[in-house]
Structure formats: structure tokens, C-alpha cells
Nanobody, 126 residues
């Protein structure tokens, strides 16, 4: 079993940066594919980025070129560096872990992931 705890959210002005962190428990962290999703008020949850157990990264179009996902298996941690933030990035951001065959469709599907954190709120002011 994996427990996930997100941190790093907050209020930032448009154009600014934030770094989200996801701390994972468990000794098998390196076996899991890790993803970041977000849910804005009144909207459905959407995929943001993922990093596979083989370090391959995946990004939503909205995140490409602005966000960078990384993982540190020694520290059981996944980071999401967000830059050039826009008001549309305002949402609750969730970290997720899963064991599945990773490709573009599966990493972007929330149903692929077995474990979820409680989320961290990001607010981008205009």
C-alpha cells in the first residue's frame, strides 16, 4: 500500500512559479507510475503530468513547456515544477500512484491509478 501527501500549493500571481511535492510511503515506491491530476471548481478532474517507473515523462497539452515532473526514488518523492502559471491553472492538485502498463492513454486516465493523495490547492491570481 502507498500513502501520498502533497504539499507546496499556495497563492501565486500569474506568470509565477510553484513547486508541488508528493511524499510517498512504502518501500516499493520505485515500482509505481506516478501522476499529477488537478480539479478546478465545477470542472472534472484532468491529467496534468506523469512519470513512469522507467522515468519516462508524459504531459497534458496544457502543461507542456511550462510544467516539469520528476521523481526521486531514494527520497520517495515526486515533484511538479510549475512555471508561467495562468489563472486557468487554479485547481486542487492531486498526486496519484499506480501499477499498470504505461502508455499515453493509461497514464492520463485517473482510473489507472490505485492510490491518491488528499490534494494541495493552487490559486493563480490575474
Amino acid at each position: 500500500q502507498v500513502q501520498l501527501v502533497e504539499s507546496g500549493g499556495g497563492l501565486v500571481q500569474a506568470g509565477g512559479s510553484l513547486r508541488l511535492s508528493c511524499a510517498a510511503s512504502g518501500r516499493t515506491f520505485s515500482n509505481y507510475h506516478m501522476g499529477w491530476f488537478r480539479q478546478a471548481p465545477g470542472k472534472e478532474r484532468e491529467f496534468v503530468a506523469a512519470v513512469g517507473r522507467n522515468m519516462i515523462t508524459y504531459y497534458a497539452d496544457s502543461a507542456m513547456g511550462r510544467f516539469a515532473i520528476s521523481r526521486d526514488n531514494a527520497l520517495n518523492r515526486v515533484l511538479l515544477q510549475m512555471s508561467s502559471l495562468k489563472p486557468d491553472d487554479t485547481a486542487d492538485y492531486y498526486c496519484a500512484a499506480g501499477l499498470f502498463s504505461a502508455h499515453d492513454r493509461t497514464v492520463a486516465a485517473g482510473t489507472s491509478y490505485n492510490y491518491w493523495g488528499q490534494g494541495t490547492q493552487v490559486t493563480v491570481s490575474s
